[in-house]
Every structure is written in structure tokens, then in C-alpha cells.
């Protein structure tokens, strides 16, 4: 069993009164190259996201607006994790089983995430997820 | 005299009842590999951010939430562009004068760059980029 599955990343902030501004740098602030970004918006307040894993990828999870529930899982130990502030990033591991939940009206999801789109890459049904974890592979 | 300083991506939408979903891939949704991330939040309704450019640095800028307006000057044309849709990113080739203003209250101005910081990329003098530009350097 790995400890480190997941982890909070605070991201720097250069503070003004016009508004703050967080950078993130690839491979430096988070540990690895941004092949892609995506991100969740106009969620209906309240909403909640079904969960997948991935074999391989990457992800850090960042509330850019509002604020949601990060549901973990690695198959060993569960939390979840309130993001409700921007400068905030919650770095996941390949292998981590996650939901999204209780959305604030206007909350924006953004992730970065370590590869490319990759189909294959996702485990979309729970029961494998166990066994996969069960059988040590993709660790 | 170039044409194309900057021109609007539509981005991919996955539409859900639970919330949309954008994705943009480094070097394919966007003309260049995703180095950094940045974004602007926290900023009053209205607030103005002044303007620079870059020597070098191409840019996408996307209002994730609420919506602003970008200011772009390539030094023969110039443009204001409202962005108040998520599935839009305006990209900025380099040597472009850029300010942001009229933010609404909310908003998330979220900003994939093509190179890491390099304080020795930007421009901060308006002069300095006039001449760049009539110099015809940097393109």
C-alpha cells in the first residue's frame, strides 16, 4: 500500500487589488508536463459527478470558481477533500477512484492532467478498479 | 504587416445535464505544448489590469467563468474581444499588447501559455513595443 496517493498542492499567489493571480509552471509546480486541460463548468448547484480511475494519468483537481467535493479512493483509504479556495490543487496519482460532488451554484472544475486523452486509460467500472488494485498492477 | 495576431478557438463541449465539460490538448486544441498555466480570480466587478506584451510567449486566454474584455494591439490593428463563454479561447500570437478590463464580478480568467515565466520576455513599456514593432523584430 502506497501512502501517498494523493496530496494538497499550495499553489503561489501574486495578491492585488485588481484581482489575485496563481501560476502554475508544468514538471515544476505540479510534478509533470500539462499535456492536457479540461474543466467542469456550468454545474447545476448540488450536482454530483459519477467516478472512474485511471491506469496511467496524472490529474491535479483545482476549484477555479465556487467550490465542490473531491471524493479518493485508492482502494486501501478513502477521503474527501473540500476545494473551495483557487490557489488550492489536489494532486492525484494514477489509480485513484474519484467522484465530484456538492457543486456550488457556478463552480468551475479545472484540471490539468499529465497525457492525453487516452480511452484506454480509463476504469470506469468500480469492480475492476478493486481487483486491478487487488492484483498490484499499475502501481 | 501580419493578419493573424490572434484569432478565437472554439473549443470541444460535452454537454451533461450535471455540467459541461471543455478539453484542450497541448499542441492540438491549441497551437503550441502547455507549459504553464495561469489565471486571474478575486477580481473586483469592473477592475482594469494593464497592459504588456511578449517577445516570444504565445497565449490562449479563456474566460472560465463570468466574462471580461481583452484589449489587443499588434501595433497596426487593434481590436477589444468580449470573452463571456467558456468554450472560447482567444489565442495571442507574441508581440501582441494585451490589457484586460470590465470584469464582472466572479470571473476566471484562465491563461495556458507556450514557455515557462521569463521575466525577460515581457514588455511593459508601450513605447518600447512600438518601436519593437517598427523594427520588425520579434515576429
Redo the contacts between chains.
Sequence with gaps: MRNDSWSLIQFPVVKD??????????A?TVPF????????????GG???GGHAHKDLEQVVIA??GSFDLELDDGHRQQTVTLNR?YYGLYMKNMVWRGLGN?SS?A?C?V?ASQ??LEADYIRDFDEFKRLVSSGKNK
Tied chains: 1, 2.
Excluded at 485588481?18 to 501560476?23: A, E, I, S, V
Excluded at 508536463?33 to 447545476?44: A, E, S
Design positions: 487589488d485588481r484581482g489575485n493571480l496563481t501560476f502554475i509552471e508544468g515544476q508536463d500539462i499535456k492536457r486541460v479540461y474543466y467542469l463548468y456550468d454545474v447545476p450536482a454530483h459527478r477555479a470558481s483557487s457543486f457556478g468551475c479545472l490539468l492525453h486523452y
